[in-house]
């Protein structure tokens, strides 16, 4: 099947779950995370918010803010096109809609850090395989953001997002296509084999 397909048919599925099946993936994937020990020595961490029925991190997000750790969000790049840039996101932080309509700390006001020093980059996706690929949005924001993961050096554990109806077989995997460390879903965390560090 190709990439559109699967894009079509997994975003139409997640889109139909009902309020009380996300809450109830929402409270699987802040589980999985937490429980997996990936996080024990993270410190700073990425997210995202809900968007087109994608697993819901809210609960984690909640989850890791009290737990004393600092959380960023994903912004569109304001200089380098098909990026992301990311903020620091807590009560105080300031929201506006992005160009997509989804809601991103206001650029401006915001705290930003370069992903580098992120320590674990959590990212929504499409669809997914056992053997850890990732099927995106297919604007490739991710893949150029976090492109430098490859070279050797300090970089943040990237991690994916999903409701575990997501994964496939196999995901046409692209050379662009950044690798994960891990998969997490409402049901459990899958790790993937990595370089070591
Ligand atoms: N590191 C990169 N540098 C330049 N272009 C890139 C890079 N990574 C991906 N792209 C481009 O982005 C486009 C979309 O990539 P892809 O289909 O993998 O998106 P995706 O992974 O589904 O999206 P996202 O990462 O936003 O969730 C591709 O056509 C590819 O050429
Ligand atoms: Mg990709």
Redesign the pocket.
């Known amino acids: 099947m190709d990439?559109t397909r699967i894009r079509k048919q997994m975003r139409k599925m997640r889109r139909a779950l009902t309020p009380a099946q996300r809450a109830q993936a929402g409270r699987g994937l802040k589980r999985s995370a937490l429980t997996s020990g990936v996080l024990l020595n993270s410190q700073r961490l990425a997210l995202y918010l809900v968007n087109d029925g994608e697993i819901d991190p809210q609960q984690l997000i909640d989850q890791l803010q009290r737990m004393g750790k600092t959380v960023y969000l994903p912004t569109l790049h304001p200089l380098r096109k098909g990026a992301l840039a990311f903020v620091l996101y807590n009560r105080q932080t300031r929201m506006i809609k992005n160009r997509f309509g989804i809601p991103e700390p206001d650029f401006r006001y915001g705290k930003r850090i370069h992903p580098r020093f992120l320590d674990t980059v959590f990212m929504p996706l499409v669809a997914f395989d056992q053997q850890g690929n990732?099927?995106?949005?297919?604007?490739?924001?991710?893949?150029?953001t976090l492109?430098f993961t490859r070279k050797p050096g300090k970089k943040p554990r990237l991690i994916g997002c999903a409701h575990e109806f997501q994964c496939l077989s196999a995901i046409p995997a692209?050379a662009?296509?950044i690798p994960l460390s891990a998969i997490a879903t409402d049901v459990t965390l899958r790790t993937f084999n990595q370089s070591p560090e």
Do not use: S
């Open positions: 990439k990732r099927l995106g949005m297919g604007g490739g924001f991710y893949d150029r492109a692209e662009w296509d």
